[in-house]
């Protein structure tokens, strides 16, 4: 047997395809049962919670140009029930390279075993078969429900905080009462967000951030718009102008594909002069 061997076990499965709350969670369970079991997982799930994850300059082909390396750096791919292309492109690398491919927490441990004891390895992949054991039966339901716990508690205390001035100042829930006006909450959720982008990143009035009053602010209209408390003054609308500008903005990116280097804040925001 080998000493104190680890297998590193690339977890390889459905990430944006599908439901992405059902396919994060399936990975963080299997990520904690193979450390439990006493593997070293590496996890490219994790991916979902950095804010770059969904951005479109990051396109499919980037992602596996990263992760294809980290699958042949592995031991073993433990490949999660789900359709996935990237995954299917990463457990063929996977295969091509001679690293054994499983299906199951169960095949990983018995594959170390005969690994372990210097016999065929590796061996062939299991059947398909869901790698998450339902110990709780509300697990699988719960987890295609509207969740809270995906909002980060420090921002939502802090919302708190900023709803509670306005509690204190007007009554508690006064907006649901008597309704708001569309134009003052969208001047005042843009003036907290232009005095952030200037420079200004506490709100003089409050001691909070600007950003956190723009979204209590926004927090506000959503919630006069769900109870139809919102007095809808907003002015005759121009239809396609967001996408039309969008693509004026992706012909001049073509047109300048190499840009200068922007000039950002080095110190403190200059002084408004009248």
């Given at each position: 047997?080998?000493?104190?061997?680890?297998?590193?076990?690339?977890?390889?499965?459905?990430?944006?395809?599908?439901?992405?709350?059902?396919?994060?969670?399936?990975?963080?369970?299997?990520?904690?049962?193979?450390?439990?079991?006493?593997?070293?997982?590496?996890?490219?799930?994790?991916?979902?919670?950095v804010?770059?994850?969904?951005?479109?300059?990051?396109?499919?082909?980037?992602?596996?140009?990263?992760?294809?390396?980290?699958?042949?750096?592995?031991?073993?791919?433990?490949?999660?029930?789900?359709?996935?292309?990237?995954?299917?492109?990463?457990?063929?690398?996977?295969?091509?390279?001679?690293?054994?491919?499983?299906?199951?927490?169960?095949?990983?441990?018995?594959?170390?075993?005969?690994n372990?004891?210097?016999?065929?390895?590796?061996?062939?992949?299991?059947?398909?078969?869901?790698?998450?054991?339902?110990?709780?039966?509300?697990?699988?339901?719960?987890?295609?429900?509207?969740?809270?716990?995906?909002?980060?508690?420090?921002?939502?205390?802090?919302?708190?905080?900023?709803?509670?001035?306005?509690?204190r100042?007007?009554?508690?829930?006064?907006?649901?009462a008597?309704?708001?006006?569309?134009?003052?909450y969208?001047?005042?959720?843009?003036?907290?967000?232009?005095?952030?982008?200037?420079?200004?990143?506490?709100?003089?009035?409050?001691?909070?951030?600007?950003?956190?009053?723009?979204?209590a602010?926004?927090?506000?209209?959503?919630?006069?718009?769900?109870?139809?408390?919102?007095?809808?003054?907003?002015?005759?609308?121009?239809?396609?102008?967001?996408q039309?500008?969008?693509?004026?903005?992706?012909?001049?990116v073509?047109?300048?594909?190499?840009?200068?280097?922007?000039?950002?804040?080095?110190?403190?925001?200059?002084?408004?002069?009248?």
């Amino acid at each position: 047997m080998k000493a104190n061997w680890v297998p590193r076990v690339y977890i390889s499965g459905p990430i944006t395809k599908g439901d992405r709350n059902h396919n994060f969670a399936q990975a963080a369970v299997a990520e904690k049962q193979l450390m439990l079991s006493g593997f070293a997982p590496l996890n490219p799930m994790r991916s979902m919670i950095v804010p770059h994850s969904h951005d479109a300059d990051l396109p499919h082909e980037v992602w596996m140009r990263a992760d294809l390396p980290w699958v042949e750096c592995a031991e073993a791919v433990l490949r999660l029930p789900g359709e996935s292309v990237g995954a299917t492109q990463e457990c063929d690398r996977a295969k091509a390279k001679g690293i054994p491919v499983l299906h199951t927490i169960e095949a990983l441990e018995d594959w170390r075993r005969r690994n372990g004891e210097d016999t065929s390895c590796p061996i062939e992949p299991e059947p398909l078969a869901a790698v998450v054991k339902e110990s709780n039966p509300k697990d699988a339901v719960g987890v295609a429900k509207a969740p809270a716990s995906t909002v980060p508690l420090p921002v939502l205390l802090e919302i708190g905080v900023a709803m509670l001035e306005g509690a204190r100042k007007y009554g508690r829930h006064n907006y649901r009462a008597i309704g708001v006006r569309s134009s003052v909450y969208f001047d005042a959720a843009f003036r907290h967000l232009s005095a952030w982008w200037e420079g200004e990143d506490v709100d003089p009035d409050s001691g909070l951030s600007h950003i956190t009053k723009a979204i209590a602010t926004l927090a506000v209209l959503r919630d006069a718009m769900i109870r139809g408390k919102m007095v809808d003054d907003r002015p005759p609308g121009t239809a396609g102008f967001v996408q039309a500008l969008n693509e004026r903005a992706a012909a001049v990116v073509k047109r300048y594909p190499d840009a200068k280097a922007p000039f950002l804040a080095t110190g403190p925001a200059d002084t408004y002069t009248p």
